[in-house]
């Protein structure tokens, strides 16, 4: 092994970057701590060996494109952020530095001959989907479901082999998503399968591998998408909440084997992750990633409602001051 790059016994260990997410409120921490990644985020990218990398949502584009000549791939996690302004149409910087790291991505395959994997939950989906549509603002629906944990509706019966981040899933697996809620699932909006059948931007771009309802069945969204010609995936629900622990209310809470299969999932995706990174070209050196990952964080626990629900997160100073 080459001990100037970071691996472990499966091998070379992928750097991970995972844009982080502007803090508002009491979660801003003094000294211009403004941004944050959740703590099970990183478990999330961490699990099958790869390490998490923060991306500073507001880094100016020529220290955005040198840091990702580092990394092996990228994680668009969830969040409420409004990407682009209903009444004005401006968009949000973290949307303008993910526009660019996702053309980064198909550059670095139409270009240059190699590969970049982008990986996207919840936000992180509805993310990738408004910048195939070309910015379209009003592309996503109300669809709320939050907080609920829902079965898989596969759109065919042999996923496993038309669905690239579903091939490594065993068949038990897979029936087990069909059959018991195991998709978390925290979101408002969603897109409506018949929108995006409409757009032939988003039809061209992606395969849907699952769908969810809304309204008994009289309306469908994707769920699970992947690139047609590019190593891009993305989930609506989130894998990496798989790895909280539930409330003991939940209505799934006793069955013996539902922490089991949750876990699985999670470990499977973390294990796609790496494996579709490994084939970046990319490496950096292990001291330079531990600076990367270390500098300018804080501890901390994120608040969603005080006094209720909180959870372990670091928080990042700001790019620019």
């Not at 195939?132 to 759109?155: C, E, F, N, Q």
């Not at 897979?174 to 409506?192: G, T, V, W």
């Not at 769920?223 to 995936?233: C, Q, S």
Request: glycine share 6%; charged share 25%.
């Amino acid at each position: 092994m080459d001990q100037s790059f970071l691996e472990d016994a499966q091998g070379f260990k992928p750097a991970i970057g995972v844009l982080t997410m502007s803090l508002s409120g009491n979660n801003i921490g003094e000294g211009g701590y403004d941004q944050y990644m959740l703590g099970v985020n990183r478990q999330y990218v961490e699990l099958a060996g790869n390490v998490a990398v923060p991306i500073r949502f507001d880094l100016p584009e020529d220290e955005l494109l040198a840091l990702l000549s580092q990394l092996n791939g990228v994680l668009f996690t969830g969040g409420n952020l409004i990407l682009v302004n209903p009444k004005t149409g401006e968009h949000h910087q973290y949307y303008k530095t993910a526009k660019t790291i996702f053309q980064y991505a198909k550059d670095m395959k139409d270009k240059h001959n190699d590969y970049f994997p982008l990986f996207g939950n919840c936000q992180g989906f509805q993310v990738f989907c408004m910048i195939v549509s070309g910015d379209y603002k009003d592309l996503l629906t109300v669809m709320p479901a939050l907080s609920t944990i829902r079965k898989i509706i596969w759109t065919s019966d042999s996923i496993k082999q038309e669905g690239k981040m579903i091939s490594h899933f065993s068949d038990e697996l897979i029936q087990k998503m069909r059959e018991y809620p195991l998709a978390i699932h925290a979101h408002q909006y969603a897109i409506d399968s018949r929108d995006f059948e409409q757009f032939e931007s988003l039809k061209a771009f992606w395969k849907i591998l699952a769908v969810d309802e809304f309204l008994f069945g009289f309306k469908h969204y994707p769920t699970i998408i992947e690139a047609h010609d590019y190593p891009i995936y993305a989930v609506l629900f989130h894998p990496e909440y798989q790895l909280m622990k539930l409330d003991p209310k939940s209505p799934v809470y006793h069955r013996n084997d539902w922490r089991e299969d949750t876990d699985l999932i999670a470990q499977n995706w973390s294990s796609f992750i790496r494996s579709e990174s490994t084939k970046c070209s990319h490496r950096v050196r292990k001291e330079e990633l531990h600076r990367l990952v270390n500098e300018g964080k804080q501890e901390f626990d994120y608040v969603f409602i005080p006094n209720v629900f909180s959870l372990p997160a670091v928080r990042y100073r700001k790019a620019i001051e």
